[in-house]
């Protein structure tokens, strides 16, 4: 049986790789070109990960799934735990990421390497703890959780709303999207 919250957890993970690949895709032409990269949609994205992903998704992973996995699959407790600690992490990382996209935009080409290495570093991470998830957390809750726990589950990330997962932005939220869509290459965006 497919449960929502199963839906909801992979279109968000495939919602976040794309706007990875795009943000790498954006840096990366910046650099061929000899160019600055668009700083603001930069932002945009960035801001985007720290709204969505990481207040949304990431708390209820590590407070309502892994719990539930935990319980039912014991053996996947060091696994989960490496997973908790990559979202404890989450904030900190991207405000490390602000911070050198900020020291680049202020400073210029002498803090350039440093975002681009911090980028492709958060981005390798990234697409590997949500692969962890997929592959191996998301199988076992398929299999082990009981209609109960699918309950909860599904009522809680229904309301996650992700506006790159084809829900309507909500009004505060739609010029970020507006110019994430309308500048950001795709598969993000049109730009």
Not at 26 to 37: A, M, W
Not at 103 to 132: K, N
Request: proline residues 5%.
């Amino acid at each position: 049986m497919r449960h929502a919250s199963l839906s909801v957890i992979h279109d968000e993970h495939q919602a976040l790789a794309a706007m990875l690949r795009s943000l790498s895709m954006l840096v990366d032409q910046s650099r061929r070109e000899h160019k600055l990269p668009p700083f603001d949609v930069l932002r945009a994205m960035l801001f985007y990960v720290d709204e969505f992903p990481e207040r949304l998704h990431h708390t209820k992973e590590s407070d309502l799934l892994f719990p539930k996995v935990r319980e039912r699959c014991p053996e996947l407790g060091e696994v989960l735990d490496r997973l908790d600690a990559d979202h404890g992490r989450g904030e900190a990382a991207i405000r490390e990421l602000e911070h050198l996209l900020l020291a680049f935009e202020v400073m210029g080409e002498s803090r350039r390497q440093a975002f681009e290495d911090a980028v492709q570093r958060y981005i390798d991470a990234y697409l590997r703890h949500m692969a962890i998830e997929e592959t191996e957390i998301l199988p076992a809750a398929r299999n082990h959780l009981t209609e109960a726990d699918w309950v909860d589950l599904d009522v809680a990330f229904a309301a996650n709303k992700d506006p790159l997962t084809g829900h309507e932005a909500s009004a505060e939220y739609q010029p970020l999207f507006r110019k994430i869509v309308m500048t950001a290459p795709a598969p993000i965006g049109l730009g």
